[in-house]
C-alpha cells in the first residue's frame, strides 16, 4: 500500500489531466494515479490544499462536492458547464466494474 508522500505526485499529476467541464471520483483518482481502493488517502491529499490543481473537479462516488467548500465547489462547476442535480450533486453515470484480472 503507497503511502501519502509516495502517492501525491501521481494523484496531482493525474489531476492536472481532468480538464474543464470533467468530474472525477476519488476512486477513479486513485485508479488513475495507480492505487485502486485508495480513495480516502486521495481525499487526504487534496484537502493539503494544493492551489495549482483543480481540485473542485473531484466528488465522492454518489457525486456529493467537498464537505465545507459546497458553495465555492458549485460556482467553480458551474462556470464550467457542469450541472447539479437538485439535491446538490454531480449526477454520476452507473459503469461497469473493471474486468476482473487474471494472473499470468
Not at 485508479?31 to 490543481?53: C, F, N, T, W, Y
Not at 454518489?62 to 447539479?84: F, T, Y
Amino acid at each position: 500500500m503507497a503511502t501519502i508522500d509516495e502517492l501525491r505526485p501521481a494523484v496531482l499529476a493525474a489531476l492536472r489531466t481532468v480538464g474543464p467541464g470533467e468530474v472525477v471520483t476519488y476512486g477513479e483518482l486513485a485508479m488513475e494515479a495507480g492505487a485502486p481502493k485508495q480513495s480516502r488517502l486521495v481525499g487526504r491529499i487534496l484537502g493539503e490544499g494544493h492551489p495549482d490543481v483543480p481540485w473542485w473537479r473531484v466528488v465522492n462516488a454518489s457525486g456529493r462536492l467537498v464537505p465545507g467548500h459546497e458553495a465555492e465547489q458549485r460556482r467553480r462547476l458551474a462556470e464550467e458547464g457542469v450541472r447539479l442535480t437538485p439535491a446538490g450533486r454531480v449526477p454520476m453515470r452507473r459503469q461497469p466494474p473493471p474486468p476482473p484480472t487474471v494472473p499470468t
